[in-house]
């Protein structure tokens, strides 16, 4: 029952609203109608207005034609005679200009002469000059990679006796030999000899130079500055630097060289 109350509850509900948009809808169309009418009556009064304005408009238009025409008439004949005088004024400064940029472009041309025989000669002595340092950088590059093989040549006699101890003691252990394998002595290299090999005496010189260099600059010095002032090329002092650094002559900080 309370079920059957509610739904008569909602369809009472939904009656009542829609009446009430009935009347709603009703009093819209009222007021549609009324300002229906109202816009006709002022369309009417609004084309009336315009046909007055227009028939005005269109009498101030021509009289402002007329008077434009006149004015435009008046405009040209004067454009004409100072489009003349502006025709021949320009004319002269035209003729002037040519003149001026004719010597102007002479000036340049001749300029650009003679700095195009500057820059072959300045060309040439650069040329020189970079070949010469080349060779002397080749010469450096050559030297230093002969001065490595050596150090190379002399430090592998002990890794290949090292090598072939190990590789002796590999075969025995793969055969299944379990003899004690009395180690290879290795041979120590000679003892340098009291005199000394020119290269050897070429650098100690050179170590001599650079503590000598170093002594007069307190402030540090490159390896590039020192070798200008020994006179040699930089590459040269890369070593004895290095050893001077090891036996702990000289200091680094960054790229220069102290004297400790």
């Not at 709603?24 to 007021?31: C, Q, V, Y």
């Not at 000679?190 to 050897?200: S, W």
């Not at 170093?214 to 004895?240: F, H, M, Q």
Request: with cysteine.
């Amino acid at each position: 029952m309370r079920i059957a109350d509610g739904m008569h509850q909602i369809v009472d509900n939904i009656n009542e609203a829609r009446s009430v948009r009935v009347s709603d809808i009703a009093g819209l169309t009222r007021e549609v109608g009324a300002i229906r009418a109202g816009a006709q009556k002022d369309l009417k009064q609004i084309n009336r207005t315009r046909k007055h304005d227009a028939t005005a408009q269109h009498k101030m238009l021509h009289k402002y034609v007329k008077n434009l025409r006149h004015d435009s008439d008046e405009m040209l004949g004067g454009f004409s005679e100072s489009r003349m005088a502006m025709g021949q004024e320009c004319r002269e400064n035209l003729a002037d200009f040519t003149h001026q940029l004719r010597k102007d472009v002479t000036d340049i041309r001749l300029d650009a002469v003679h700095m195009i025989h500057g820059f072959a000669d300045e060309r040439v002595s650069r040329g020189i000059e970079l070949s010469r340092m080349l060779t002397s950088y080749n010469d450096g590059i050559i030297e230093d990679v002969q001065q490595l093989m050596g150090i190379f040549k002399k430090e592998r006699i002990p890794f290949k006796e090292d090598l072939a101890e190990a590789h002796t003691i590999w075969q025995n252990e793969r055969s299944g030999v379990h003899e004690h394998v009395r180690a290879h002595k290795r041979t120590e290299p000679k003892q340098k000899e009291t005199v000394m090999a020119p290269e050897e005496k070429a650098e100690a010189a050179l170590k001599g130079k650079i503590l000598k260099v170093l002594k007069n600059s307190p402030d540090g010095i490159t390896l590039a500055k020192a070798g200008k002032k020994v006179g040699v090329e930089w590459r040269r002092l890369v070593k004895p630097a290095k050893e001077l650094l090891e036996e702990g002559k000289v200091t680094k900080k960054e790229t220069q060289y102290f004297l400790s």
